[in-house]
């Protein structure tokens, strides 16, 4: 049958145009059955802050922000016929993907393996042909799971003193997003279970969740960034002009920058562990192209000073003269 797809049923007309089709098919809408438009997203924060004056021209603040937002839906039908990322390794695909003559306990090279058995998947096997495989596992879909956390605080002091105005402020965040994606198959294991027999792609309502786990594991991939960030600025008016106050202000600031966003399919040796040397890449110890390879590790420093002058040269006149430096 169909399973959870339609059922079409060709018209007389339609058999008689090319009578070597079935007489139904199984049709799906992947926009209406799987698709979004707009994903489901949940955000909640909270915030507070608090301010006291330090003296009558002087003030001082405190305050923090918490939001987070997660995003949790389902993709298509996890799909037989995939590829690996074509990063700097060769890449494996199961665009051929076929039940092989002959299974084993150990599913490494059963052919010549003394445990060996006719695959009783394989409805070929006995003739000594694979069974070339194509489709969808039914009833399992991609499923994506994203829950960001973003953490600010804040503090300065600004006031007046002796005619000079002044501001500092220190501000740090943290953002840290989680992303969990099932139903994306792992080569190796995927390979592993069908040289052994494991798994049933014949009948794959009849797998095991342990199987089905096995072949299809969980990607759970975290990343960070953070930001720290100390300004200050004084300003004041020097002396009368005939359009007003000649005004002047300094500022200089400091922020850190760092990221931390490794791939969440990484490149990995035989033993299954991230590589970087070439010849030690296992193209098999992968997810398949439906999980991001790319990753992103840096920090940075930037250093800043500016200043301006404002000069009410006369009442219809202003000068702005400005700069600022960073590094």
Same mark, same amino acid.
């Given at each position: 049958g169909c399973g959870p797809q339609d059922e079409y049923a060709l018209t007389p007309e339609q058999r008689a145009a090319n009578p070597a089709l079935p007489a139904t098919f199984c049709t799906s809408d992947y926009v209406r059955?799987?698709?979004s438009i707009t994903a489901p997203i949940e955000r909640w924060g909270v915030s507070g802050r608090v301010t006291a004056d330090l003296s009558d021209s002087v003030?001082?603040?405190?305050?923090?922000?918490?939001?987070?937002?997660?995003?949790?839906?389902?993709?298509?039908? *996890?799909?037989?016929?995939?590829a690996t990322p074509p990063l700097i390794g060769p890449q494996v695909s199961t665009a051929a993907l076929a039940l092989p003559v002959y299974i084993c306990p150990d599913g490494i090279d059963?052919?010549?393996?003394?445990? /060996?058995?006719?695959?009783?998947?394989?409805?070929?096997?006995?003739?000594?042909?694979?069974?070339?495989? *194509?489709?969808?596992?039914?009833?399992?879909?991609?499923?994506n799971d994203i829950r960001t956390r973003g953490l600010r605080g804040a503090m300065g002091v600004s006031g007046d003193l002796g005619g000079w105005r002044f501001n500092v402020?220190?501000?740090?965040?943290? *953002? /840290?997003?989680?992303?969990?994606?099932?139903?994306?198959?792992?080569?190796a294991n995927l390979i592993h279970a069908i040289n052994t027999g494991e798994l049933n792609l014949v009948n794959p309502e009849l797998n095991s969740q342990e199987t089905l786990d096995?072949?299809?594991?969980?990607?759970?991939?975290?990343?960070?960034?953070t930001m720290l960030q100390v300004q200050a600025s004084v300003a004041r008016d020097l002396f009368e002009l005939?359009?007003?106050?000649?005004?002047?202000?300094l500022g200089a600031s400091i922020r850190r920058e760092t990221v931390n966003a490794p791939s969440?399919?990484?490149? /990995?040796?035989?033993?299954?562990?991230?590589?970087?040397?070439?010849?030690?890449?296992d193209p098999t110890q992968r997810w398949s192209d439906r999980i991001n390879p790319f990753g992103v590790i840096g920090k940075r420093?930037?250093?800043?000073v500016y200043g301006e002058l404002l000069a009410p040269v006369l009442d219809t006149l202003d000068v702005n003269l400005s700069g600022r430096y960073d590094s």
């Open positions: 059955d799987y698709l003030q001082a603040y405190a305050m923090a922000n918490f939001v987070q937002t997660h995003t949790d839906y389902e993709g298509t039908p *996890v799909q037989l016929r995939r059963c052919e010549t393996d003394p445990l /060996r058995i006719l695959n009783p998947q394989n409805p070929f096997a006995s003739a000594g042909s694979q069974a070339r495989i *194509v489709g969808h596992l039914p009833g399992l879909v991609e499923t402020d220190a501000t740090a965040m943290r *953002v /840290r997003t989680r992303w969990i994606q099932t139903g994306v198959f792992y080569f096995f072949v299809l594991p969980d990607n759970s991939n975290t990343s960070k960034s005939p359009g007003g106050p000649l005004q002047a202000g969440a399919n990484p490149e /990995r040796d035989s033993e299954g562990n991230p590589t970087e040397v070439f010849e030690d890449i420093t930037v250093k800043s």
